[in-house]
């Protein structure tokens, strides 16, 4: 059980990249943060825990409703709330124009990068109803406002992110949740350091187009979804913030 100024943050997606950084970010401010992922990232906790923070791990596959339903309810009974929530998990499509993507790859897309967020929601937000309030931020991208080339199933799916996290925040406004999606730009993580070691050339090209000319890092990240989940963002509710550069000026 927590004290009443302890607030418990969750974060999926958190082994690596953004997710992680979030994580760190989240227990660096104080938060007891529950990490989680598709393998239970519990070394990333314990190197938390031994810096002297607080957090704990667990394995969590968005994909699977029972499993979300599952890790939320495990929160609540261990840690007694969830005050904050990153549904940060997410998949890349292989790249490829849209009617060469298959059948699988769509719905292996949907499954992580929609169905997941709307799974992780809906318990999250069961819980925060119960306890009076809570915040969440949803995981989009630049692409979630834009097109990208070859990319067609996840950026649907990043779309669609902003379009859910738009409509719970209005059925959940009047009940003290506050719900709001991060649009990363181009950040340096795995997941696009592999897409850079497919196309060479893509760094270059996706520089070009950043007018703050580099790319970004995942701390940029986790500075904005910590402020979107802090009380200085208390009257920010149903935004999708775009951390980019500058990308989407053009
Ligand atoms: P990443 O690949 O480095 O990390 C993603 C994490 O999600 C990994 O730890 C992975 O194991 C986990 N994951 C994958 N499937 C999962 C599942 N079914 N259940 C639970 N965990 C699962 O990616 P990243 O770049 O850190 O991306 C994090 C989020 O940010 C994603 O939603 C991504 O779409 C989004 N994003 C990234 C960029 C970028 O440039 N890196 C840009 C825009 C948006």
């Given at each position: 059980m927590t004290t009443n100024s302890e607030k418990v943050a969750l974060v999926t997606g958190s082994a690596t990249g953004i997710g992680l950084a979030c994580a760190q970010a989240f227990a660096k401010a104080g938060y007891i943060t529950v990490l989680t992922d598709i393998d239970d990232p519990k070394e990333q906790a314990r190197e938390l825990v031994s810096a002297g923070y607080k957090a704990l791990s667990r394995r969590c596959d968005v994909s699977d409703t029972r499993a979300v339903e599952e890790t939320v309810d495990w929160v609540a009974a261990t840690?007694?709330?969830?005050d904050a929530a990153l549904n940060n998990a997410g998949i890349q499509t292989p790249q490829r124009p849209m009617a060469e993507i298959t059948d699988d790859e769509f719905d292996r897309t949907v499954a992580v990068d929609l169905k997941g967020v709307w799974n992780c929601m809906r318990y999250e937000i069961r819980q925060m109803l119960r306890q009076g309030g809570g915040t969440i931020v949803n995981t989009s991208s630049q692409g979630g406002v834009t097109g990208f080339p070859g990319q067609a199933a996840y950026i649907a799916c990043k779309h669609a992110v902003i379009g859910l996290t738009r409509t719970a925040a209005l059925d959940y406004a009047s009940r003290n949740i506050r719900i709001n999606a991060i649009c990363p730009g181009v950040i340096r993580t795995p997941m696009a350091e592999e897409l850079m070691r497919r196309n060479p050339l893509l760094e270059k090209e996706l520089v070009r187009d950043i007018p703050a000319g580099r790319l970004g890092s995942p701390e940029e990240i986790a500075n904005a979804v910590l402020w979107l989940s802090?009380?200085?963002?208390?009257?920010?509710?149903g935004h999708a913030l775009l951390v980019d550069g500058g990308f989407s000026i053009h």
């Open positions: 840690l007694g709330r969830l802090s009380p200085q963002a208390s009257f920010i509710d």
